[in-house]
């Protein structure tokens, strides 16, 4: 076994908006590494809360899990202690930063077609309305990977329906399209969050 690589899975769940649970989940990496891509994760969402992490040693089957709310600073400090304590495996990089600002080197292949799909949205559809086609086609041109249109219909559908309130709806079930509200702050905050992870991304692309 490398330095870099464990026997723990990592089981993050938290909660994105009212009645809304997401679950992330990574395997093998050491837990500085596990903790640092579910900062990336809640970098793409506004008000988290009610964190969970669950880690299980794969070697003996024993799991532990710690259950924590308040802001993400905390919480994240909270994290530390439990995974270094877990694991025996003291952190190398510190984590002050806020979640929202850590976007350098984005690990695309950690996130969700859900996430990916909402990058391409705060990004590209700044202006003017949009569908789903539209949303397919700057997807496979960002990401070189298909997605298929019932999926980006559905995926849009969960966005609307989020509780957020970042998008507007028109149309009815035989074609609907889609408006980004840019008159929102929170809006603005996503659409440069995206933008800066897709720069990013771009760069590793290019190397």
């Known amino acids: 076994m490398t330095r870099n690589r464990t026997n723990y899975v990592y089981e993050f769940t938290y909660s994105s908006g009212p009645g809304l649970r997401e679950v992330f989940q990574c395997k093998y990496v050491m837990p500085n590494e596990a903790l ?6 809640l970098s793409l969402t506004d008000a988290p809360f009610d964190f969970k992490i669950k880690i299980i040693d794969e ?20 994290f530390k202690v439990f995974l270094e304590t877990s694991t025996g495996i003291e952190f190398e990089i510190k984590f002050e930063e806020r979640a929202e600002e850590v976007i350098d080197k984005m690990n695309i292949d ?7 799909l909402q990058i391409v949205i705060y990004a590209s559809f700044k202006h003017g309305k949009f569908s789903s086609l539209d949303v397919v ?20 559908a969960r966005m609307w329906n989020s ?11 035989t074609g609907y399209t ?15 969050k995206a933008e800066e992870i897709l720069a990013t991304t771009q760069i590793q692309m290019d190397k």
């Open 110 to 116: 950690s996130m969700s077609n859900f996430e990916k």
């Open 137 to 156: 086609e700057i997807y496979e041109a960002t990401f070189g990977e298909a997605l298929p249109k019932s999926t980006a219909s559905t995926y849009l």
């Open 178 to 192: 889609y408006r980004l509200k840019t008159e929102l702050d929170e809006v603005q905050k996503e659409i440069k």
């Open 59 to 78: 070697t003996n089957g024993e799991e532990s899990s710690l259950q924590v709310k308040g802001n993400i600073e905390e919480m994240f400090e909270k």
């Open 36 to 41: 640092r891509r579910f900062k990336r994760i």
């Open 163 to 173: 509780g957020k309130g970042h998008l507007e709806r028109y149309g009815n079930r």
